[in-house]
């Protein structure tokens, strides 16, 4: 198996686990599967009032996404080397739930995580382009709201997070899993309200100052189908603010 940077692997004999042929990634330090996701032209943002009057295309350079969000056994693995804080909940741990989103997480805790692990948190536009493919599809699965393709409110039952590993047939056209519900995902940006108007202008840089950083993707606890969006930008949290329904995923920048 080729080493890569000596940090990333090619994933080739993990293919099997997954639906779709993409180049595929481990990084060894957290053990993280990671997709590409190539370099082109996406469908961002929407009608919502903060979603710049889309779709329009964006132009991304390639970039790395995790196939799935970041799991209690890694963050455990996080945690034992570095004594960062552990979440704060009482089953993160428990053997049953060790594929499950890790939760209870700030957005300050995630980026210690991606410190330690050589990663960083996908932009915003980027955890889109992952969500949504190329075509502006409205979910990750396509334009119709189906609330059994993803963890809700409406199908959880007496549970909270589900298996990382779970709604495997509703993929984001780029493999990825649980791009909608489970748990809302930490992006690296800081809110602004008008970001996507100047996107859609052509001036992609990120905002530079903030109180509250975007959140992406829809949770467990909820059930409203805006939630669940590609396009859809929340942002009521402060960067310290740790949830039973926050979690995150990695990215990378290509080489």
């Known amino acids: 198996m080729p080493i890569i940077d000596n940090k990333l692997v090619i994933a080739d004999d993990r293919a099997d686990k997954f639906r779709q042929v993409r180049p595929l990634v481990v990084n060894t330090k957290d053990g993280s599967v990671l997709v590409l996701v190539p370099a ?21 350079p390639a970039f790395y996404l995790g196939v799935t969000p970041v799991t209690n056994a890694q963050y455990l693995r996080f945690v034992e080397a570095t004594r960062h804080r552990a979440p704060e909940n009482s089953f993160w741990q428990e053997s049953g739930k060790r594929d499950h989103p890790v939760t209870d997480v700030s957005w300050d805790d995630a980026q210690a995580y991606c410190r330690w692990a050589g990663l960083r948190l996908p932009t915003e536009l980027e955890w889109e382009k992952g969500a949504r493919g190329v075509d502006g599809r409205e979910y990750p699965w396509g334009n119709e709201w189906e609330p059994a393709q993803c963890r809700n409110s409406t199908n959880k039952g007496n549970g ?10 509703e993929m ?16 690296e940006d800081w809110y602004e309200s008008n970001a996507y108007n100047r996107y859609k202008a052509g001036d992609l840089k990120a905002p530079t100052s903030g109180s509250s950083r975007v959140v992406r993707g829809g949770s467990w606890p909820r059930d409203n189908p805006v939630h669940f969006r590609g ?18 995923r990695v990215s990378r920048t290509a080489f």
């Open 40 to 60: 082109g032209m996406f469908m961002a943002g929407g009608k919502g009032s903060n979603e710049g009057g889309g779709p329009f295309p964006i132009e991304l």
């Open 172 to 187: 984001s056209p780029w493999g990825l899993y649980q791009m909608a519900g489970n748990v809302w995902e930490w992006c």
């Open 160 to 169: 909270t997070t589900a298996s990382v590993w779970e709604y495997a047939a």
């Open 231 to 248: 396009a859809f930008r929340d942002a009521r949290l402060g960067p310290t603010h740790r949830y039973d329904h926050l979690g995150f």
